[in-house]
């Protein structure tokens, strides 16, 4: 695609996510889904008036970044500090069970092999594909709602951050498991080392802002350095340490969601998310979908993907979470907000076809599951939480 060509697909883009968006919205349902289904029409899967482009996945990468930096500002750190060793378990379970419910489906349609068969490591890398949740999406949706900063939302925003490290340190023991070059221990060692990283940059920087935010309140420069931070971590979470870029765009609104300025540069910044940044994002995901060479049993197999991808996170996260006392609504809610895939699930993909241990005919499922779980997790969770007060924390059962 050349560039002119661009600018009228990101003009297509607009209108349409805009359009769509408000149909949504219409049908009490959020504004993303209307925006995902636009890229569905717009895209190759239907009309193909709009293909996917290194331009749009780019935009749609700033997108997100942009999205997780302001899930970031809006966090409670308080409400953080309280649900991490929470968010820790149920982001454990929601890795461990979607694991080995991958694993044993793709051994039910195709047989069990012995450990260390090739066919054995297929099998544990389409477990692995189901590991990967999309925090994106399920932000968009509770920001829409005014739920992000309740006691579940920073919980599940939380957990599937920690679930996305997780899932990353799983793909490379998985793939050392197979290739004897690669060392899974450099993923933990190159994790503890972005931890460290962050805390010690997070505290001079929060500072150098604590500083500038007394001296000059409330003026546009606070938001552009805020900005700048976000696109930096983001760099240095993927260049330096081999993490998702989205968990240091997060990691840098931690920084700085404690100043007093934190609301007027999230403000700010979802200005630019809103108009474009967000809709490419999440139309870019019916862009990319494609339904083309779908036999009969691929078909089946890719039902089963999506039906153990999602039930698996919700039995995880969700029965970790009711162990945790939480009351059965509470808890669907975490299992719900951890079943959409997204991004990484793609990239795990892509990295599985590189290195062979995925056949490319089961990308399409890969898609399937991105799109079912995109449109179904904002409409189910605005479903479980209607009704609810505003701010009405998670409830803790009394039994």
Request: hydrophobic share 50%; with cysteine.
């Amino acid at each position: 695609m050349d560039r002119i060509a661009f600018f009228r697909d990101l003009a297509i883009i607009i209108v349409c996510s805009k359009f769509f968006g408000l149909v949504a919205q219409k049908l009490k349902a959020p504004q993303v889904v209307g925006e995902i289904v636009a890229g569905l029409i717009i895209g190759p899967a239907c009309l193909g008036i709009v293909g996917n482009s290194d331009y749009l996945s780019l935009l749609a990468e700033i997108g997100v970044v942009m999205l997780m930096f302001g899930a970031g500002l809006e966090t409670n750190m308080r409400d953080l500090l309280k649900t991490g060793p929470k968010a820790l378990l149920i982001a454990c379970a929601g890795v461990f069970v979607p694991l080995v419910g991958g694993t044993l489906l793709y051994s039910c349609f195709y047989g069990f092999s012995a450990v260390g068969s090739e066919q054995f490591y297929r099998a544990v890398f389409i477990g692995t594909i189901m590991t990967a949740t999309s925090v994106g999406i399920t932000v968009q949706t509770l920001k829409e709602m005014g739920r992000l900063k309740s006691s579940t939302g920073t919980l599940i925003t939380s957990a599937a951050i920690i679930d996305d490290i997780i899932g990353i340190i799983v793909l490379t023991f998985v793939i050392g498991l197979k290739n004897p070059e690669s060392k899974p221990t450099d993923v933990v060692i190159h994790t503890l080392l972005f931890i460290a990283f962050s805390f010690c940059l997070g505290f001079l920087t929060y500072y150098i802002f604590k500083y500038i935010d007394k001296k000059y309140p409330h003026q546009r420069r606070i938001p552009i350095l805020g900005l700048a931070v976000c696109m930096f971590m983001a760099f240095a979470a993927e260049e330096f340490f081999g993490i998702a870029d989205i968990t240091g765009a997060y990691v840098a609104g931690l920084i700085l969601c404690s100043l007093k300025d934190s609301e007027y540069i999230a403000r700010k910044v979802d200005i630019n998310s809103y108009m474009i940044f967000g809709p490419v994002f999440f139309a870019s995901i019916g862009l990319n979908t494609t339904f083309s060479g779908f036999t009969p049993s691929l078909l089946l197999f890719s039902i089963f993907f999506v039906l153990v991808a999602l039930l698996t996170k919700i039995i995880g996260c969700g029965l970790t979470a009711k162990l945790m006392r939480y009351d059965f609504k509470s808890s669907l809610k975490v299992g719900v907000g951890m079943m959409t895939r997204g991004e990484v699930a793609l990239i795990v993909a892509k990295k599985g076809l590189s290195e062979e241990m995925l056949d490319p005919k089961y990308f399409a499922s890969v898609i399937l599951l991105i799109i079912v779980s995109s449109i179904l997790v904002p409409i189910i969770l605005k479903l479980l939480y209607r009704g609810d007060k505003e701010d009405e924390p998670a409830q803790i059962s009394a039994n």
